[in-house]
């Protein structure tokens, strides 16, 4: 066991004006299994680099173990699986990385086939298995569970359940639940570390939240009541003070040091509200800052007037020889939320390109509604570009509902300013989500649309489409989504 200590860590990008960290401090031990969560954009990655030493910062982080970054960059995808693990690791012992294969359930035929021949899912699994070949490193995991399908995060999920030494960034309630022990989150105004599972940081976080405003909406009104108070003690103590130069009604002179003592008691009361006033300000300061904000998204989708928008009948889809699903037959119809599942290499971004209109080869019958509307959101964002303004042009969509959107998803105004290439990978989802939702359509077709997305934007997400309960076919790994959103699941 030993400590990372991380003090006083300040950094910004050279060329920007806003700071990522800014005196952060905090502590964590190489023994936790720790899972790392914060919004999209706020310094997930750039930490980790921070820690590989890859930029320059203000303050100290002092370890007594070297790191290790994974996914590993893979310069020959073409060459063996074997041989690309013999250049990340050229010194590792042939049955441990056996015994992590198996774990994985990897066969081991996979060591001697082109590492670009594998799948994304076996891709993961095998360069997870050449990670935990190294000793005496903490290891920083970024995403693992992008390409993977439901049965193979719950299997990494286990497997990394029995190692320890590592962070974890993932966006995965489920799989983060499975595995670690600890929370690092990057929130709004501070990094803070805490023992527990996700969902033990997230009860705790929505306790101290509803904590804070409850106690704000408290002091909000003492602070008015103090304020009422303050000011007609004050105006009181003016009034008794103008009567010092007058006469009693009697005709007999009045007492002025009488009065000016009552005066000055009022004053004296006044300025001790005011002070207790100025207290309610600086503790009400103290509170919401870490409190996100995730407010409601809205859809307006199309109507059809049909109530079935799309019918399969014995669909099979075919790539040159090679049958890639077959003999799928279901329907869409208005207000389905639809998840298409099964394993990697089951069709299921192929089925909805075929839907969509794209020039797929197929046999079966395919029927869609007349002037059905389609809005797509895909798994790649490398296309995007420019700036915010001119996308939004570009695809015939409100400018002002697009940034609007974004703002609820967390955007600030300086990514409006910056480059959409330059954005996160999340940053970059939302910006095709956001896009979807402005669009006029009667089906929003998403193909892993929570790839690289923070947790809170997914409940975001989650609420939208249980609110408006618009016609949608998903394809989606994160398991607790699939579980709270899906009305219909097409197996294939």
Known sequence: MSLINVANLTFAYEGSYDNIFENVSFQIDTDWKLGFTGRNGRGKTTFLNLLLGKYDYGGTISANVGFEYF?????????????????????????????????????????????????????????????????NSFLLIDEPTNHLDMNARKLVSDYLNTKSGFILVSHDRSFLDNCVDHILSINKTNVEVQKGTFSDWWENKQRQDNFELAENDKLRKDIKRLSDSSKRTSNWSHEVEKTKNGTRNSGSKVDKGYIGHKA?????????????????????????????????????????????????????????????????????EQGERIALTGKNGSGKSSMIKLICGENINY???????????????????????GNLTDYARNNGIDESLFKSILRKLDFSRVQFEKDISAFSGGQKKKVLIAKSLCEKAHL???????????????MQIEELLLEYSPTILFVEHDSEFCKNIATKIIEL
């Not at 109507?303 to 020889?321: D, M, P, R, W």
């Not at 929003?444 to 997914?458: A, G, H, T």
Request: hydrophobic share 35%; net charge neutral; with cysteine.
């Open 71 to 135: 996914p590993f960059h893979v310069d020959n995808k073409e060459s063996n699986t074997q041989d690309v693990i013999d250049d990340i690791f050229p010194d590792y012992l042939h049955w441990k990385l056996m015994r992590e294969l198996s774990l994985l359930k990897v066969s081991e035929d996979v060591l001697y086939r082109p590492f670009d021949s594998l799948s994304n899912g076996e891709q993961t699994k095998v360069l997870l298995a050449a990670l935990f070949l190294k000793e």
């Open 363 to 385: 046999t079966g019958t395919l029927r869609k509604g007349k002037q059905l509307k389609i809005s797509y959101v895909s798994q790649d964002t490398s296309h995007l570009e």
């Open 264 to 332: 000055a008691k009022m004053m004296k009361r006044s300025k001790a509200t005011e002070q207790r006033q100025h207290s309610a300000i600086d503790e009400r300061s103290k509170l919401l800052k870490n409190i996100e904000t995730s407010d409601s998204l809205k859809i307006s989708q199309l109507a059809f007037h049909k109530n079935q928008l799309v019918g399969l009948e014995h669909v099979s889809i075919y790539y040159g020889e090679k049958t890639v699903c077959a003999n799928i037959s279901f329907t869409i």
């Open 444 to 458: 929003q077709i998403w193909d892993e649309p929570l790839n690289f997305i923070d947790i809170i934007s997914r």
